[in-house]
């Protein structure tokens, strides 16, 4: 028994739905996600984006090898995979435009950290590395030169005061539940704990969703 066969037993139903459809949605899913949250997620990690990057190359491939034949049932055929390529391309463009985005504001906050680096992939950390570099050497040259050697750091904590600028956990996010869960709440004047049910759609902080979205028990949406 191979894993295909495991799958199969676990979700018949998912199991049959073509690995391209799949890929959609993930990417769809992957895309919703990032645009909700105010901090970095992890990079998917399970081939997605190497699966996308080949069907797009195979794509533009197509296209190129259907254009200029001039039989009206090609053409057709042609609009409807330029279309479908056209979608791919703006889900992977935003997706990457969404976390670029986030490494720029928040950029010592994650080459800082072992673990934050750990949710880039090997191109944005390279990116983040290098971004980092050209700056301070800017600010260097244009005003913090000037300054004693021990003011030249960008990520100093002295005074129990950090210069790292993070993101905001709490702010709000929307959340679908996938299953029946207790939802522990954190307000400004008080506490408490919400039974949500399966379906559900809950407006909550980033900071008491993150542990049900990373679980499975919700997704953002």
């Not at 979700?11 to 949605?25: A, C, G, K, M, N």
């Not at 190497?50 to 609009?79: C, S, W, Y």
Request: aromatic residues 6%; charged residues 30%.
């Amino acid at each position: 028994m191979d894993i295909d066969d495991i799958l199969r037993e676990v979700d018949p139903v998912s199991h049959q739905i073509p690995q391209e459809t799949r890929d959609l949605q993930d990417l769809t899913r992957a895309w919703v996600a990032e645009r909700s949250t105010p901090e970095l997620l992890p990079w998917p990690s399970n081939g997605l984006f190497e699966r996308i990057n080949d069907k797009i190359k195979r794509q533009i491939e197509k296209v190129e090898e259907m254009t200029g034949d001039m039989d009206p049932k090609t053409n057709f055929a042609l609009i409807v995979i330029q279309t479908e390529l056209e979608r791919f391309k703006y889900l992977v463009r935003s997706f990457l435009r969404t976390r670029i985005a986030k490494i720029d504001k928040h950029l010592l906050h994650y080459i800082s950290n072992d673990n934050l680096r750990t949710r880039m992939s090997q191109i944005e950390e390279a990116y983040a590395r290098r971004h980092q570099l050209l700056l301070h050497n800017h600010y260097l040259n244009s005003f913090l030169g000037t300054f004693p050697p021990a003011m030249q750091n960008l990520n100093d904590t002295a005074g129990n005061i950090s210069m790292i600028d993070s993101p905001d956990l709490d702010s709000a996010v929307f959340i679908r539940l996938l299953k029946d869960a207790e939802i522990e709440c954190h307000g400004v004047d008080v506490d408490g704990v919400l039974t949500g049910k399966e379906g559900d759609i809950v407006i909550l902080r980033w900071s008491d969703a993150k542990g049900l979205v990373e679980k499975g028990d919700a997704e953002l949406v």
